[in-house]
């Protein structure tokens, strides 16, 4: 498998090296992005149809593999040698499943906790993915004036990838149970990627009493008969798919999120993709979303060039009403912006944007709230991480 790996980057890397594609063809997107971006935009569009069959014995399953990544964040790591001002510390976890960050020289009393939900159908087994991004998110929050912040990736068992809503919740509220229960005093922030940030919108849907049948019963009565306050204190969505039920054209957009995969995500999450408890994008009234949008603020981010650009404006218009909904729209980017950028700008700072822009929101949001923040003997003071020289929109 680690042979099969090794090719598939080394072969990744010579299509990077050799493709070139004519200027007077290129998109807004390819135009303002980079090189790097434009051909893993169409890897990952060539290969995606044959990444949801899910099958290891794949060659391209190796974009996705635990493994893979794994061994990518560990041979960085080693390369840079740990450097001296990096805190965080990333171990696997089985009481809840997934992968937590941590500080390894302050309190296990976590002021804020991050429980991250990632794109099911490609990463929900596959939780290092995301490590070396969140592990950025991670030290720049110490930078904030965070005490002893926490980022755990919840890890689904392979049957959530071709599994209704309903399953992927059950999964998701008993790992939010234990996350909660171990850490009382913690300030829980709910984030996600795609169909991950779909599925918070779907529970917060439901732990609102928003839609009511048996199955979301059953689920609430889980929820309700915990002694945990499961309520986050806030909610940061990348990419949110919002809508199952309208086919878009592809002509539409770049992107690698195209209508067909969109499909293939609905004819198994979906029990029935007309209902408008799937589609956040049918959620017309404002008294919804003043009972979904936690008391803390929700800040959702999509670019302008993924397919259901329009339809995340949409509910964000509404959703804006409430006074508690930051949007950012990123100009030129497409489905999953930040991490998209992440794997392929070329320098430090670009590639970083985006944590530089979660870190600095959820201090504002959050970092008021926290015991240690107001304690005078345990107090971080936030380092100006943001300059009026920076653009960092």
């Known amino acids: 498998m680690l042979l ?22 290129k998109n807004s997107m390819d135009q303002n992005s980079p090189f790097y971006q434009h051909v893993l935009t169409r890897v ?6 044959d990444l949801t069959n899910f099958e290891k014995s794949n060659p391209a399953y190796s974009l996705v593999s635990n493994l893979t990544w794994k061994y990518f964040f560990k041979s960085r790591a080693f390369i840079q040698s740990h450097n001296i001002i990096e805190l965080s510390q990333v171990e696997d976890v089985n009481d809840s499943e997934g992968v937590l960050i941590t500080v390894s020289c302050r309190p296990k009393i976590h002021d804020l906790i991050i429980f991250y ?14 490590v070396e991004y969140l592990t950025t998110l991670h030290s720049l929050l110490l930078l904030q004036g965070f005490d002893s912040p926490a980022i755990f990736i919840n890890k689904f068992p392979e049957i959530c990838k071709e599994s209704p809503l309903e399953y992927c919740l059950k999964v998701f ?35 609102n009493n928003v839609f009511v049948n048996d199955a979301f019963n059953d689920l609430n009565n889980m929820i309700v008969s915990k002694d945990n ?14 809508n ?4 878009l054209e592809d002509v539409r957009c770049s992107d690698y999120l195209g209508q067909s995969t969109i499909n293939n995500y609905g004819s198994f999450y979906c029990t029935d993709i007309s209902k408008e408890q799937f589609s956040a994008s049918n959620w017309k009234l404002v008294e919804m979303w003043n009972r979904i949008v936690p008391n803390g603020g929700m800040v959702i981010t999509f670019g302008d060039e993924e397919l259901q650009s329009n339809e995340i404006s949409e509910m964000c ?39 530089f822009l979660f870190a ?3 201090s504002r949001m959050v970092l008021y709230q926290t015991e240690n923040y107001r304690d005078p003997e345990r107090s971080h003071e936030p380092m100006n991480l943001l300059t009026i020289d920076d653009d960092h929109l």
């Not at 990952?44 to 149809?49: A, C, D, E, P």
């Not at 199952?244 to 086919?247: A, L, Q, R, Y």
């Not at 100009?331 to 700008?345: D, I, Q, R, Y």
């Open 117 to 130: 939900v990632p794109n099911i159908p490609l990463f929900g087994s596959e939780p290092y993915f995301y």
């Open 244 to 247: 199952f039920s309208k086919n």
């Open 44 to 49: 990952i569009k060539h290969y995606l149809r």
């Open 229 to 242: 306050d499961l309520n986050p204190f806030a909610v940061l969505l990348i990419s949110p798919i919002v």
């Open 4 to 25: 099969i790996n090794v090719i598939i980057r080394l072969s990744i890397d010579t299509f990077f090296m050799c493709f070139v594609q004519p200027l007077n063809a």
């Open 173 to 207: 509220i008993e790992s939010l149970i234990k996350i909660v229960s171990e850490n009382p005093n913690s300030k829980i922030v709910l984030m996600g990627d795609s169909l991950g940030a779909t599925l918070i919108l779907n529970y917060l849907s439901i732990k």
């Open 317 to 355: 218009k509404i959703a804006f009403e409430t006074n508690r909904v930051k949007i950012v729209k990123k100009a030129n980017k497409g489905h999953c912006w930040p991490l998209m950028s992440f794997l392929t700008e070329e320098t430090q700072d670009e590639k970083e944007d985006s944590c």
């Open 360 to 362: 600095g929101m959820l």
